[in-house]
């Protein structure tokens, strides 16, 4: 049986002006695949074995090539948008017929240059084509511990629950909502991490904010900064709602809490009708 979106090694069993014909055996004259002639290596000839990937054409035939893609049927990998068109994106996966990512398909809205993740699938129609909702296809079974640094991409966003992320591509993680990951978090940005703890159900929750006395200083240097922007006065303290400290900082509540009472104590602040000056 043909393998649609595999590599698999096939018996040449009849050269044409078109190309060679391939099956899985010598006989198997009834499910063959064409490898057209530009891909047909100079001494292959019939009974020959070769290996080779199977996907459609786009008149929807199936078809062979030598050339091996950079995803195969049911992978995650990283991949270029190459253009954008009213059916969806399509993808640089290493063969002339760029790989289709429909609308459908996307987590939000790609463009020509993006890197993003997708897993390879099959179609209703048995065509392949991509999608960036990989979540329930990532691996829950990491090496990683908590305190280990990673790397992943940003892939999806949940306003409920925060940011997933895929580690080293393939295991599933989240930056929480709880967590403080501020400005200059887009999707499809690659990433550095710390572990922040590991789930029962083997997820990673992470973190790119540092240790809590390794990120003070940053953030009493913020808030400073915020004090100039706004002429030495900040409209509200640390007794604000979580969601004012947010918005207008990017730091949890006791984080700006945490700083604000540095920041006193050393006497560069002062803090008066609930407001926060500059000493």
Not at 70 to 89: D, F, Q
Not at 240 to 255: F, H, L, W
Request: with cysteine.
């Amino acid at each position: 049986m043909l393998k649609l979106g595999k590599k698999q090694k096939l018996i040449a069993v009849k050269k044409t002006e078109h190309g060679m014909y391939l099956a899985e055996s010598r006989e198997g004259a009834a499910d063959r695949v064409l490898l057209p002639i530009k891909q047909v290596p100079a001494d292959l000839k019939p009974g020959d074995e070769i290996e080779v990937f199977i996907y459609k054409d786009s008149e929807d035939r199936p078809v062979a090539t030598v050339n091996i893609p950079r995803i195969m049927l049911g992978e995650i990998t990283v991949l270029k948008v190459v253009s954008v068109t009213k059916i969806g994106a399509f993808l640089d996966w290493g063969l002339e017929k760029d790989l289709l990512l429909p609308f459908a398909g996307q987590t939000y809205r790609v463009k020509p240059g993006d890197d993003v993740l997708v897993m390879l699938y099959a179609d209703k129609s048995d065509r392949l084509a991509a999608t960036m909702k990989v979540y329930k296809y990532l691996s829950c079974e990491s090496p990683y511990k908590a305190g280990d640094d990673v790397e992943g991409i940003l892939y999806d966003s949940s306003d409920r629950f925060g940011i997933f992320v895929a580690v080293d591509g393939k295991y599933s993680a989240i930056i929480p909502k709880t967590e403080s990951y501020g400005d200059g978090i887009a999707l499809g940005k690659r990433i550095r991490a710390r572990v922040v703890n590991v789930r029962d159900d083997g997820k990673l929750n992470l973190s790119i904010r540092e240790k809590a006395y390794l990120q003070m200083e940053p953030d009493m240097e913020k808030i400073m900064e915020l004090l100039d922007e706004c002429g030495g006065v900040l409209p509200f303290t640390e007794k604000a709602s979580p969601e004012v400290i947010k918005r207008e900082t990017g730091m949890s509540k006791n984080e700006f809490k945490r700083a604000v009472g540095h920041l006193y104590k050393e006497r560069k602040i002062t803090i008066t009708e609930g407001k926060i000056r500059k000493a």
